[in-house]
């Protein structure tokens, strides 16, 4: 979540993959987040119902694991600067219990800044003391919004007028300091920054300990911010892999701005970027089609693959495109999208994708095997529609 305009970004490279980020999620992070639906009303009910319903619908056995309590659960810092929940979070240490009890991971939000996007208490000068209030709490996934700090930037750029990077390095700083606060609790616990792609994150983020990373502004639920998002990661494949992972957003499918053509090249789009997966819809009013795009094992098991690689842009062709993600046993995942207001054919050759001999086909969507397949591919799509499919020998 974000309500201002950040600062234009510059490349600053950091070190490596901290020791145990890999081990904590290595493979994209996949769970719940409250804000897509519920925003700034959010209460504890909500969250233990969200935890409910991953359960019964088969939502945590398809592999979502995470909830998350997005923004404005915050109240207010006591003399000793320990921050309190607001009312409608009573106790934050027995909602981390409950959804522990169902077999699920405790996720929490906050910034660097004083104040959240939303207004409500930041972690700025209380870093050490918030990890350890998160551990305290049983949480396995904070969310770091970058929301105020920006005013802390754009005063240290003005001081160093002379040093371009002087905020992007106030920024990476902040969002060391939690990471090295996470990591002093003891407790493993998933870092997410969410910081909009300023300063390209994927060159400094592992160095941290961030365990995935924002690259571009918040997402909507329309297919034009979706796709404008989507299809600007070609070219971070090679900063992805496992335990740190490029993060375009979370998921909009089941808040019903899109169709459902729009939704599965939403949900395919992601997977061929081995994105994280995190549901954004109120899960009490899922319907069977939604349910199919969420929990389709066979496209989870693309996101989910065990070599941990991103797709990436394979071919574009005006509106049509096709992206290809290496997957483990020498298999490959292909997405293929069109972009366009008309049904149009969209094609791609095996010869292309490392199988000049053919190939056995499985289309992900239909749920079928196409059967051995050789040379060119081709699809007839809707407007607005994807294909996914799985080629291997």
């Known amino acids: ?19 145990g980020q890999t ?15 519920f925003a700034g009303r959010v209460t504890d009910a909500d969250v233990r ?15 979502y694991v995470y909830v998350n309590v997005d923004d404005t659960w915050q109240g207010e810092r006591d003399a000793q600067g320990v921050l309190h929940p607001n009312k409608r979070f009573p106790d934050m240490k027995a909602l981390g219990d409950y959804i522990h009890s169902k077999g699920l991971k ?15 208490a930041g972690s700025l000068d209380h870093e050490a003391q918030d990890a350890k209030m998160y551990a305290d709490w049983g949480v396995d996934f904070l969310k770091y919004d970058l ?3 920006e005013d802390n930037m754009k005063k240290v750029q003005a001081e160093h007028p002379d040093d371009p990077e002087a905020a992007n390095k106030l920024m990476i700083a902040a969002y060391r300091k ?3 606060a996470l990591k002093a609790t003891g407790r493993p616990i998933l870092y997410s920054l969410c910081q909009y792609g300023v300063a390209q994150p994927w060159t400094w983020g592992p160095g941290l300990g961030a365990n995935m990373w924002r690259t571009t502004d918040d997402i909507d639920d329309t297919y034009g911010r979706m796709i404008a998002i989507g299809f600007s990661q070609a070219g971070l494949a090679k900063y992805a892999g496992p335990g740190h992972w490029n993060d375009p957003d979370m998921l909009e499918v089941g808040n019903g701005g899109m169709t459902t053509d729009e939704y599965k090249t939403h949900m395919s789009l992601w997977v061929i970027l081995a994105a994280p997966l995190l549901a954004g819809n109120d899960l009490s ?17 693309i996101d989910q693959d065990v070599l941990g690689r991103q797709g990436d842009r394979l071919f574009q062709s005006g509106d049509l495109d096709v992206w290809t993600k290496p997957l483990s046993g020498g298999r490959v995942a292909v997405g293929m999208f069109n972009r366009s207001w008309s049904n149009r054919e969209v094609t791609v050759d095996l010869a292309q994708i490392g199988f000049k001999d053919g190939a056995n086909v499985r289309d992900v969507w239909k749920g079928k095997d196409l059967g051995r397949r050789t040379g060119v591919v ?15 020998k």
């Open 49 to 63: 119902s969200a935890a409910d319903m991953m359960v019964s619908t088969g939502m945590r056995d398809a592999g």
């Open 1 to 19: 979540m974000r309500i201002f305009t950040v600062l234009s970004t510059t490349v600053l490279l950091c070190g490596v993959a901290a020791f």
């Open 178 to 180: 939690m990471g090295d």
């Open 285 to 301: 009013k899922m319907s069977e089609v939604d349910k199919n795009i969420l929990m389709n094992k066979d496209a989870i098991a």
């Open 23 to 37: 081990k904590l999620a290595a493979t994209p992070p996949m769970g719940w987040n409250s804000w897509n639906h």
């Open 106 to 120: 405790f996720g929490i939000y906050s910034s660097p800044g004083a104040k959240t996007c939303g207004k409500y």
């Open 147 to 149: 929301c105020s700090f």
């Open 378 to 392: 081709r699809d007839w799509l809707p407007k607005h529609g994807a294909t996914l499919l799985i080629v291997g």
